[in-house]
């Protein structure tokens, strides 16, 4: 089962234009993590929130966390063409396993 | 340091056989997971491996299992092959486990006909 669900499923922007994508997920975490993969490839790890930071930045990212809300957010600011891809939140389940969302599918048009 | 390595990258296997899929971590990497990702169920967990015990277990048949050799290298076999079975088997190796960064392999491509 999945616990964190993104949303939107896909979104297409163009080249500069900011991506926001969503996360939320049902029980307590430990933290949330961010991933991204190119198509039908391994994922590669983006950044890690945990649950008592409510903002985090790398780069040309932005991830928030509300817990309150049980929501993550990803921002990607500036986007290129080469961040097309498929963006991922994953969460621990306390004393379980890692578990991720469906997904968002991301295109960014030159 | 090396990455995450998989192989074999792809494999066409026909229903009933069994396969096994090979994943070695990063060196010092002690934590390795498994992972089946289908574009019905997305990404699902399959079991994760410390210290060559297996220390969770997603919710899949017996036909899965797995084991961690002592150089932390890991495999994964699939017995009497499904259809369904057929996606992209993911393997993440991390220090200590599932609440840090997972560093990804390229994945096995399994083909079921």
């Known amino acids: 089962s999945q616990q964190g669900e993104e949303d939107p499923q896909a979104l297409s922007i163009q080249e500069g234009e900011n991506a926001t994508m969503n996360c939320s997920y049902k029980?307590?975490?430990?933290?949330l993590q961010w991933y991204r993969q190119n198509s039908g490839r391994g994922l590669v790890h983006l950044i890690l929130?945990?649950?008592?930071?409510r903002e985090k930045h790398s780069g040309r990212l932005r991830v928030t966390l509300d817990t309150s809300k049980k929501s993550s957010s990803l921002l990607i600011t500036a986007s290129r063409a080469a961040d097309t891809a498929s963006y991922f939140c994953?969460?621990?389940?306390?004393?379980?396993?890692?578990?991720f969302g469906g997904g968002t599918r991301l295109m960014v048009k030159p | 340091k090396a990455g995450v390595t998989q192989t074999p990258r792809y494999l066409i296997k026909t229903r009933g056989q069994q396969v096994t899929l090979s994943c070695s971590p990063i060196?010092?990497?002690?934590?390795v997971s498994w992972y089946q990702q289908t574009p019905g169920q997305g990404l699902q967990f399959l079991f994760e491996?410390?210290?060559?015990?297996?220390?969770n277990k997603g919710n899949f048949p017996g036909r899965f299992s797995g084991r961690q050799f002592s150089n932390s290298r890991s495999e994964m076999n699939v017995s009497t092959l499904e259809l369904g079975d057929s996606a992209l088997y993911l393997c993440?190796?991390?220090?200590?486990?599932?609440?840090?960064?997972?560093?990804f392999g390229p994945g096995t491509r399994l083909l079921v006909l």
């Open positions: 491996y410390f210290s060559e015990t297996q220390r």
């Open positions: 993440a190796s991390s220090l200590e486990g599932r609440r840090e960064t997972q560093y």
């Open positions: 060196s010092g990497h002690r934590s």
């Open positions: 929130i945990r649950s008592n930071e």
């Open positions: 994953a969460t621990d389940e306390a004393g379980n396993m890692l578990t």
């Open positions: 029980t307590s975490i430990n933290n």
